[in-house]
T-cell receptor
Framework: QKEVEQNSGPLSVPEGAIASLNCTYS??????FFWYRQYSGKSPELIMS????GDKEDGRFTAQLNKASQYVSLLIRDSQPSDSATYLC????????????FGSGTRLLVRP | DVKVTQSSRYLVKRTGEKVFLECVQD?????MFWYRQDPGLGLRLIYF???????EKGDIPEGYSVSREKKERFSLILESASTNQTSMYLC??????????????FGDGTRLSIL
């Protein structure tokens, strides 16, 4: 059973703080990992992709991947109220070709 | 920028009707997908397609069919709509590049209500 696990939250942080979102997955051989942001009533929007162990930074966002621990995280620095959304972790499993397995998402709330 | 366009943002239909949801992408992507999203259940894959006239069942294909006659267009069909098919439907597309595993890009979604 291919699984992607996220804490549903809500994760509440004050404006300006670092928000840390976590995701674990079940298949050790997975190669591709994505973070999507989804505002209420809207569709998911790709914000980060990561393929290698370590950190990948893009503006205020940093994705971290640890394949040995089967763990991927998203850090949002200087969190803004506009970052309040649900963040979906998605994993491309080795035997699933182009299919992504999505976690159920973590709801982030940034308090002004 | 990738553009995935779904034909309707909101749709209301009656039980038993045949419902068509249309999706068009403008980036010449090989892969296209249909999902539904329900509160507490996350994104669930209904059907996907790797190429024109090719389709494969996802996790919840019952009650649905699909059509891909042209590369840019992927249609989802509810053969006989039922109230439990009330949901947000999301179309996505991606390039078929195994080397870099391209991400999926989503349309705006169709919120379908079956009365």
């Amino acid at each position: 059973q291919k699984e992607v696990e996220q804490n549903s939250g809500p994760l509440s942080v004050p404006e300006g703080a670092i928000a840390s979102l976590n995701c674990t997955y079940s298949d050790r051989g997975s190669q591709s990992f994505f973070w999507y942001r989804q505002y209420s009533g809207k569709s998911p929007e790709l914000i980060m992709s990561i393929y290698s162990n370590g950190d990948k930074e893009d503006g205020r966002f940093t994705a971290q991947l640890n394949k040995a621990s089967q763990y991927v995280s998203l850090l949002i620095r200087d969190s803004q109220p506009s970052d309040s959304a649900t963040y979906l972790c998605a994993v491309l499993f080795m035997d699933s070709s182009y299919k992504l397995i999505f976690g159920s998402g973590t709801r982030l709330l940034v308090r002004p | 920028d990738v553009k995935v366009t779904q034909s309707s943002r909101y749709l209301v239909k009656r039980t038993g009707e045949k419902v068509f949801l249309e999706c068009v992408q403008d980036m010449d992507h090989e892969n296209m997908f249909w999902y539904r999203q329900d509160p507490g259940l996350g994104l669930r894959l209904i059907y996907f397609s790797y190429d024109v006239k090719m389709k494969e069942k996802g996790d919840i294909p019952e009650g649905y069919s699909v059509s891909r006659e042209k590369k840019e267009r992927f249609s989802l069909i509810l053969e006989s709509a039922s109230t439990n098919q009330t949901s947000m439907y999301l179309c996505a597309s991606s390039r078929a590049d195994r080397g870099t595993h391209q991400p999926q890009h989503f349309g705006d979604g169709t919120r379908l209500s079956i009365l």
